[in-house]
């Protein structure tokens, strides 16, 4: 069970999400974050939420959404529950991009397995 109440510096949340302290704090910038509760001494504590939200951010990213399209997410989901159905369209719309870019690896590896089946059974002459 996950401690509600638990917080991690941002050299912690680093290291879970892959992400540099740059990139996390950057993401504070422009938006992609809430601002990040801070300690005493002024300094980052991520909360679990905030984790949540990064590991969907990282899925975004990971199969190429635009920064501000995913800042354009961000924006909606802070508007409330009237904005589902424009969130929706910008998740569908992005993930016919990922199924287009799946088929468009799907045919290159085809090239390449078929190149690779040609080579396997060449003998190799020293």
Sequence with gaps: MEDVN?????????????????TLRWYEQVGLLDPVDRDTGGRRRYAEPDLARLGFLIKLRSTGMPVRDM???IELVRCGPATVEERLAL???????????????????????????????VEVVT
């Design 6 to 22: 638990a917080s991690y510096t941002v050299g912690e949340v680093a290291e879970q999400t892959g992400l540099s302290t740059h």
């Design 71 to 73: 800042v354009r997410y």
């Design 91 to 121: 998740l569908v719309a992005h993930r016919q991009r990922v199924l287009a870019q799946i088929e468009a690896l799907t045919d290159d590896l085809k090239v390449i397995d078929r190149k690779i089946d040609i080579y396997s059974h």
